[in-house]
Nanobody, 116 residues
């Protein structure tokens, strides 16, 4: 199983950016997919998640500004980020847990840098 995150880059404060995570197998086979991020000098933190049934959850501080979605045909997970600030600068990782399993599969991360 592989997860490959992409879409990061350098953006200006206030702009939007959409990250993508492609899975090597059907994304419908994951019971749980999620985005995390890790800023320099900080621990990795939860951003957003989606269950196989489509139930979403967000970090309280990001709710309303970030949006998670899934494409079952393209087998991709997306994270739409709006009104970015310098505090959103981090490496963003996608994670997936397969149905009937507990092992967490992580993508390699994609860097998002927001300049103010």
């Amino acid at each position: 199983v592989q997860l490959q995150a992409s879409g990061g880059g350098l953006v200006q404060a206030g702009e939007s950016l959409t990250l993508s995570c492609r899975t090597s197998r059907s994304i419908s086979g994951f019971k749980f997919v999620a985005w995390y991020r890790q800023a320099p000098g900080s621990q990795r933190e939860f951003v957003a998640s989606m269950t196989t049934s489509g139930l979403t959850n967000y970090a309280d501080s990001l709710r309303g500004r970030f949006s998670i979605s899934r494409d079952n045909v393209e087998n991709t997970l997306a994270l739409k980020m709006n009104s970015l600030t310098s505090e959103d600068t981090a490496v963003y990782y996608c994670k997936g847990v397969l149905l009937g399993r507990s092992y967490e599969w992580w993508g390699q991360g994609t860097q998002v840098t927001v300049s103010s």
